[in-house]
């Protein structure tokens, strides 16, 4: 399996960046999981953890009406929302589903901003998450695709398994859940709107229609990543979070390289299909 993994990564010029593990044996197959990358939208995980512990601590309601005001939609380049006409009146909850199932900045600055980056940061720390950095409400539009790490929110592939993973046990563990500082009822939500993700690039793209994964995909300016549940019957069968960097804007044969970016993960989550089954 290792050698079939690094394959894939091998056959192409960029960086990539995995930690996978079957969840039928716990065996897990890593390459640079703890090397920081850019997380691009993979870090909303976080911050829907972030928002939900402020759920159970009593500072946040979910059902907290929110204005959607033409500012928000300032220096956005994803989602809907900023094609919207502005007065929609939407609930909290509502906006952590936008934030993560269309990827939406409108909903992220929705959400971000009755959180702080230090409350962010210092979750992730509590948690385990030492080497995921927020540093921004929403990504600066003007980078370029060779900015240094520093300019971006930062993760590792093993911390991105690692927070799945967790979420994954707070369904049945009060002391997983205790650990996301979540309840378990909250712990269930956050499970199924990762499951409810639209954007079906990267991780299912290779799989048999209608698997359910439940993950959250990333657009950076270095590369393209994803980190997700995959199911089988039913079952959790594999977690992966794939990171590309380094990856060109054009390969040599003129494809865009986020094309292969992309399809390198989703042969990488084929593999483990594959894989683990046999």
């Not at 080497?131 to 911390?159: M, W, Y």
């Not at 990762?194 to 270095?222: C, D, E, M």
């Not at 990543?225 to 977690?239: E, H, K, L, S």
């Amino acid at each position: 399996m290792a050698e079939r993994l690094n394959a894939v990564c091998d056959a192409q010029p960029f960086v990539t960046r995995f930690a996978i593990r079957n969840l039928i044996t716990g065996e897990t197959f890593e390459r640079g999981a703890d090397e920081e990358t850019p997380s691009a939208s993979t870090r909303k995980t976080s911050i829907m953890m972030a928002a939900l512990k402020a759920v159970r601590d009593g500072r946040l309601d979910l059902d907290e009406r929110i204005t959607y005001e033409a500012c928000f939609a300032e220096e956005v380049a994803s989602g809907m929302f900023r094609y919207l006409t502005p007065g929609i009146v939407i609930s909290l909850r509502d906006a952590i589903t936008g934030m993560m199932v269309l990827s939406d900045n409108v909903c992220t600055k929705m959400v971000f901003e009755r959180l702080t980056l230090d409350e962010v940061n210092d979750y992730c720390q509590t948690i385990g998450m030492s080497g995921t950095h927020h540093r921004f409400l929403i990504p600066p539009l003007a980078l370029s695709p060779d900015h240094p790490l520093k300019s971006v929110t930062t993760t590792t592939a093993r911390e991105q398994m690692l927070l799945l993973q967790w979420i994954l046990d707070a369904q049945t563990s009060a002391t997983a859940a205790e650990r996301l500082g979540v309840t378990e009822d909250l712990a269930a939500y956050a499970l199924q709107t990762l499951k409810n993700q639209i954007l079906r690039y990267a991780i299912p793209s290779r799989l048999p229609f209608g698997t359910v994964v439940a993950h959250k995909g990333g657009t950076g300016k270095r590369g393209r990543m994803n980190a997700g549940i995959v199911y089988r019957d039913g079952q959790p069968f594999y977690i992966i979070a794939a990171f590309t960097d380094a990856v060109p804007q054009e390969m040599a044969d003129g494809t865009p390289g986020y094309t292969l970016s992309l399809e390198t993960i989703g042969r990488l989550s084929r593999v483990c299909w594959d894989g683990f089954h046999a």
